[in-house]
């Protein structure tokens, strides 16, 4: 099968160093320092037991370099990069080729596929003039769920955090179980990423979104990990509320989660914690993905009517935040004092 890692960053170069050190054939899109370290070099994974002792050769492409069509394409690019790439990732696959999102928080297809009161609704926070739901066809996408704690830590060198719930959870988009889906966690998990394919893909994209939601955005407002945040009283009883307005919207959609929201924020105290994502990049100046994390959740609250005061003022907070960062240029990270 010929394969296509588009947007090599810490989730796109680990998938793509396993799979080419498994021997998969594999490419890997990047852009700038990092197409330079990983078409020189390769990449380095660093972790207690995903970490590997020598650099992992990949074929690493620029942008309009690939050699299309693939036949499965796992899209890793952030969720607000989706719509301005989409045309061009497209046109690397043909008519049966499979492409994989497994982008953080709610996807833009999330009311196709299934009944529901909502069928058909259209999340314009997700999609505001259609363009991805014009660009893939149902058929094609294939939703993900990545449990791979990581971090970028400089151009081809990746930090991993390893834990018992490590997977690359995949599904299709009408709940069916198919036999393609057995093909793609077969070759995640021999390269050594557990695949899980599951029925009910939407619950895992909240259950995620649990985590997500909550500590993502603090994060990027707190410089903190989940760990720190939740082992300060105040933000620990935020997080619980968080929580709790999610797992509301959640139900209100057909997704109820069986879930402690204090057990489950009290549980990230002692969780071996790398800085979310969202911080990541208020650290290196990128823009924040927010959207499919938080906004979105305030377009669902005006949908269904559940009130959402706590996720409410965070997203204010951190998409202003995001306007500094994206209109002023600057890049926000700890300084040392002493």
Sequence with gaps: MKILVYGAGAIGGYLGAILSAGGEDVTLVARGAQYDALSS??????????????????RAVRPGEEKPPYDLIFVT???????????????????????????N?????????????????????????????????????????????????????????DSDADSMTIGEIDNRMTPRLQAIAKITSNAGWPGKPVEDIRKGKWTKLL????????G?????????????????????????????????????????????????????SLPPSTLQDVRAGRSLELDAIINVLL??????????????????CANLLNQRITMDGVAIRPVKLK
């Excluded at 609250?301 to 559940?306: I, N």
């Design 77 to 103: 690019l952030k969720s607000h990069q989706l719509v301005s790439a989409a045309p061009h990732v497209r046109a690397l696959g043909g008519a049966d080729t499979m492409f994989v999102f497994p982008q």
């Design 105 to 161: 928080g709610i996807p833009w297809w999330y009311f196709d596929g299934i009944e529901s009161r909502y069928k058909g609704t259209k999340l314009t926070t997700l999609d505001p003039d259609g363009v991805l739901s014009r660009t893939f066809e149902s058929p094609n996408i294939i939703a993900g769920i990545a449990f791979k704690p990581s971090d970028l830590v400089e151009p081809g060198r990746i930090r991993l955090a």
């Design 211 to 218: 985590s997500n939601a909550v500590w993502n955005t603090m």
């Design 41 to 58: 070099r390769g990449i380095i994974l660093e972790g207690p037991k995903s970490g590997r002792p020598d650099p992992i050769k990949v």
């Design 299 to 316: 377009e669902i609250s005006r949908l269904t009517g559940v009130a959402t005061p706590n996720l409410t003022v965070i997203a204010a």
């Design 220 to 272: 990027s407002l707190t410089q903190t990990n989940a760990r720190e945040a939740a082992n300060f009283e105040s933000t620990e009883k935020l997080a619980v509320a968080m929580t709790r307005e999610v797992m509301s919207l959640a139900a209100a959609v057909g997704s109820p989660l069986d879930v402690d929201a204090q057990k489950l924020v009290t549980n990230s105290k002692n969780r071996v």
